[in-house]
């Protein structure tokens, strides 16, 4: 009579009795997801949908009254001997001029010279704004951009003996879009060898360690193809969620299909035909794959709970890629192996995939944890602790036009330009919406909103007024003090939003709604949503992770001890982000200009990704020892035994992860770079430091109270992998002191 099995053996059974279908069916779906997803395009979040507070309200308004503001970019001139009196600046500005009109997507050229009360000219005369209009909408600007950096590069060459340099939106959006596109290319083309080459000293065979990478691949291919679809019912921002989708999908794509593949191998060694050994897999790593993929989903879904759209299509994404992984990992891969059989170690490497020093290794280590567990989670949860501090001084900011890679030309144009004329670049935008913004009643408040500014100190001319085409809503643009973001850009704004706009507005008629936008706005208003909504994200994902991992393991032990040292783990990585970044000392090796900041949305996202991903390897160790003890051996016995036998399997997939988010520490956009190296390091911590040291002394500490459930609680379904180990596997017996 066939045995009882769980979901994922029932999954692993099928598909090998139906390797065609569960192959070829899979292909097919990933390719249709890509092609309909191209197909159908991208649907991509408005301004509105990622702000928050005050700001959404003002860019909502903004969205609704269809400005159709084209773009607006800014040439510097500039000299440190001349001043736009002088006739050789003059020539320079009026040579500009005449090069900007012939360009057919220029319009509404503003010149410092026929116009000296725009607010163009520089205090002390060094330094001028020539200011054009790209046609057509802004968010095709970026495209035709190019050829007017051209122009502007050859007035340069002309007037040698001054500066001439752009900066816009669109410039800067060309840019770093290029320079984001070849870092991306260049980090995608490094990490498959990078990942092949691991995977091959993992396995020591080609077939099987290109197996993980395929089904990997495809995983993301369908999960970029299904987030396009998807993006129709729920906006998304694809350039943000597509780095995400590789970086994720890559990831755990290898670790499940190498948590799988590695027991098959193990299976088969102990002596089991293939076909009992990939059942036996498929009831066991194969279980406990689902719950790890199932811990991650839950942990991303924490995303939603935070009330911003960034981070809901950010948690959307991910969760596809995670499930695609999944069912490749838990349909595709068993198919594959039974089709293949002894064929998967094809391409053998004989000096390869066989390396008994690494259990040796790994076995001296538990060992000498295990007899001194108390020791050992004083030293090792000391240091974590110790490496979480200064975690406490953490400073975060949404990433602006401050912090783009300082060896990019624009980038030194716009700290030229703020410098010379502060807060131009960066204004707060007060937006007014009325019946009609255009009365002499609303023109004479405008004026006075200038007046009121001008004496704050903190707000600057020029103060630009646009009007919408139905006259319902205003826009007031005032440069600000400071660099955008920081305590200085804080302060005047909430100058503006408090004593300047306040008495003004409370004259105008009824109905009349202010709101104030902008990068300072954006930046302040986002982070007091994530001082609100975090210990909700935080109680929703521990809460679940808690409760599935209960139902696994049938202990409230377990799942506490996972959930204090995932946080332990997580801390850590946040103190090391901070150390990191938040100071100038590791510039150098890096490659990046400190902004004395961590990007406002990588807490959380790291947090959730963290915990669902360090779950991983808990599940799988856990899983293992569970096995080992329902067959009878001791907790320590089976914490020691569990921990060898996966080393090897859980360094080749540390090392996987730990490659994969490196290379996109490399990236220039250093909230990239930070979120790269964040999950990097949390990995190697949760792989090295919880996994061999934490975890076993723990468990050995606490001994069979591991397994503890209320009586009361004995109702609670299982999730755990199936059965007892028949044969668990032998390993020398625990060393004593």
Do not use: C
């Not at 390897?617 to 569990?642: C, M, P, Q, W």
């Amino acid at each position: 009579m066939e045995r009882r099995t769980n979901l994922a053996g029932r999954a692993g059974r099928w598909s090998a009795a139906h390797w065609k279908t569960a192959t070829f069916g899979w292909l097919a779906f990933a390719i249709a997801a890509m092609v309909v997803g191209a197909a159908v395009g991208v649907k991509e979040l408005n301004d509105s949908d990622t702000a928050n507070g005050e700001s959404a309200r003002a860019e909502k308004i903004l969205e609704q009254a269809d400005f159709k503001t084209p773009a607006t970019e800014s040439v510097l001139i500039q000299s440190s001997t001349t001043t736009v009196d002088d006739d050789a600046f003059r020539a320079t500005v009026a040579s500009l001029v005449q090069t900007l009109s012939g360009e057919k997507d220029v319009t509404n050229i503003l010149s410092p010279i026929e116009h000296p009360n725009a607010g163009l000219v520089s205090k002390d005369g060094h330094s001028a704004l020539v200011q054009f209009d790209v046609r057509g909408d802004a968010n095709d600007a970026a495209d035709k951009i190019a050829p007017i950096l051209a122009a502007v590069d050859r007035t340069q060459a002309g007037n040698p003996s001054l500066l001439v340099e752009e900066f816009g939106g669109a410039s800067a959006d060309h840019v770093l879009n290029e320079q984001f596109n070849k870092d991306l290319h260049r980090a995608e083309l490094t990490s498959l060898p990078l990942t092949l080459l691991i995977l091959l000293v993992a396995f020591g065979a080609l077939v099987a360690a290109g197996l993980p990478v395929l089904l990997a691949f495809s995983a993301v291919l369908a999960a970029v193809g299904l987030n396009s679809i998807v993006s129709h019912l729920v906006p998304t921002d694809a350039q943000t969620v597509v780095v995400v989708i590789v970086m994720i999908g890559m990831a755990v794509g290898i670790d499940y299909s190498l948590f799988y593949l590695q027991r098959e191998r193990e299976e088969r060694r102990s002596g089991q035909t293939p076909h009992d050994a990939l059942l036996r897999t498929a009831a066991t790593s194969g279980q406990a794959v689902l719950i790890s993929g199932a811990t991650v989903l839950i942990a991303v879904a924490g995303m939603l709970v935070a009330g911003n759209a960034i981070f809901t299509t950010i948690a959307i994404g991910t969760m596809i890629v995670v499930f695609a992984a999944m069912v490749a990992s838990l349909t595709v891969l068993p198919a594959l192996l039974h089709r293949l059989g002894d064929k998967v170690d094809k391409g053998r490497v004989p000096v390869l995939g066989n390396r008994p020093g690494e259990e040796k290794f790994w076995s001296r280590i538990v060992d000498r944890v295990l007899r001194r567990p108390g020791l050992a989670v004083v030293l090792a949860g000391g240091g974590l602790a110790l490496l979480a501090l200064p975690a406490i001084t953490m400073h975060t900011k949404l990433p602006s036009l401050t912090d783009l890679p300082q060896n990019l030309k624009i980038v030194r144009t716009f700290e030229r330009i703020q410098a010379a004329f502060p807060g131009s670049q960066t204004p707060a935008v007060m937006v007014v919406k009325a019946d009609d913004v255009s009365t002499p009643e609303y023109r004479r408040a405008f004026d006075l909103f200038r007046e009121r500014a001008l004496a704050t100190g903190v707000l600057f001319p020029p103060f630009d007024t646009k009007v919408s085409r139905d006259r319902t809503v205003a826009q007031v643009e005032f440069s600000i003090a400071g660099d955008g973001d920081n305590d200085q850009s804080v302060k005047a704004l909430k100058t503006l939003r408090e004593d300047v706009i306040p008495p003004i507005a409370s004259t105008l008629p009824s109905g009349t709604e202010t709101a104030v936008t902008g990068v300072t706005g954006g930046t302040y208003d986002f982070n007091q949503q994530m001082k609100k909504r975090i210990p909700f994200v935080f109680l929703f994902v521990l809460g679940l992770a808690f409760v599935l991992l209960l139902l696994t393991f049938r202990s409230i032990v377990i799942p506490a001890k996972a959930v204090v040292l995932n946080l332990l783990s997580v801390g850590a990585a946040y103190g090391i982000l901070v150390a990191v970044f938040q100071h100038s000392w590791a510039e150098g090796i890096l490659g990046f200009q400190s902004n004395h900041s961590i990007a406002s949305w990588l807490p959380l996202f790291m947090f959730v990704v963290l915990f669902g991903l360090s779950m991983d390897y808990h599940v799988f160790i856990l899983s293992r020892v569970k096995e080992l003890h329902d067959a009878g051996e001791s907790t320590e016995n089976a914490v020691r035994h569990a921990i060898i036998h996966t080393a090897g399997t859980v360094t080749s997939a540390a090392l996987i992860m730990v490659a994969v988010f490196g290379l996109f520490a490399t990236i220039s956009t250093i909230d990239v770079k930070q979120m790269g190296f964040g999950l990097a390091v949390a990995v190697l911590i949760d792989a090295t430091i919880i996994r061999a040291v934490l975890l076993p002394a723990a468990m050995k500490r606490l001994g069979e109270w591991n397994w503890y459930l209320p009586s009361w609680l004995e109702w609670l379904p299982t999730l755990a992998p199936e059965g007892t180990a028949d044969k668990p596997p032998q390993a020398p017996p625990i060393a004593t002191p």
